[in-house]
């Protein structure tokens, strides 16, 4: 199984990720958690990055892509995964498209949580992240069990930099105006499916499991 998770940045793509991760033991792949790893790791690639996220800009595709398709050859991919992130572009997506079918493989679903701009901002500024694991949290929608730490790894939660409401906003216009036209993409390769974001996580993933079954 290889699934797409699409939607504006807080639509919830990372939260229904681990839940469909878990329930078909596949690995959650989140391009944002690498380049955080990198980050905090201070590798090359980091030092890139963290130059444009901090701005609310996309990594450039030449380096996202060959990052990608690099950890979706690794073992654990054999079997699927789930993408948090990627592609952004419809140049990452064609790439994508690309390598896959050099293998005669395909993506099975792009999952799309549909959500108002007007409800992001309030996402984006209660999120609270786990940079260990890669668990998110809200502080009123979806609070950990003991405030501040990560049920999962019991890891300090964090509020990541580019949450910031100017930082959101710029990663909103982004969104559409680069990573939107992703939904016609992939409503055209026949493979789009959109749930309602706007309900809560536990009916939200309700709605996608629906669609995977
Ligand atoms: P969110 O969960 O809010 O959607 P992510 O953790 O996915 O945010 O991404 C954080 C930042 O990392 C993005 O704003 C962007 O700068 C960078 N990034 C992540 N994935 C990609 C990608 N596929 N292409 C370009 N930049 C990316
Ligand atoms: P994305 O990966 O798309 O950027 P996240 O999964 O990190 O989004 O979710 C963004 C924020 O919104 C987090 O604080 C998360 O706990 C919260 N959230 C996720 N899904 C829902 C939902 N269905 N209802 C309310 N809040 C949600
Ligand atoms: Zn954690």
């Known amino acids: 199984m290889k699934i797409i998770m699409l939607g504006a ?9 681990v839940k469909i991760a878990k329930e078909y033991s596949i690995p959650h792949v989140s391009t944002g958690d690498i380049f955080r790893a990198n980050i905090k790791n201070g590798t090359e690639l980091g030092k890139k990055a963290k130059s444009y996220m901090d701005k ?12 990608l398709l690099k950890r979706i050859e690794e073992d654990d991919c054999g079997g699927g995964y789930v993408l948090d992130g990627f592609p952004r572009t419809i140049a990452q997506a064609e790439s994508l498209k690309k390598s896959l079918e050099a293998k005669k493989q ?6 799309n949580i549909d959500v108002p701009d007007s409800a992001i901002v309030e996402r984006m500024s209660g999120r609270r992240s786990c940079p260990k694991c890669g668990a998110s949290y809200h502080v009123s929608f979806n609070p950990p069990k003991k405030e501040g730490t990560c049920d999962n790894c019991g890891e300090s939660l964090i509020q990541r930099d580019d949450d910031k409401p100017e930082t959101v906003e710029k990663r909103l216009e982004v969104y559409h105006e680069q990573t939107k036209p992703l939904v016609d993409y992939y409503d055209s390769e026949g493979i789009l499916k959109t749930v309602d974001g706007t309900k809560t996580t536990d009916e939200v993933f309700k709605a996608i499991a629906e669609v995977l079954k």
């Open 9 to 17: 940045p807080g639509a919830g793509k990372g939260t229904q990720a």
């Open 56 to 67: 609310g800009q996309l990594v450039p595709d030449e380096v996202t892509i060959e990052m």
């Open 106 to 111: 395909k993506i099975d679903y792009a999952i």
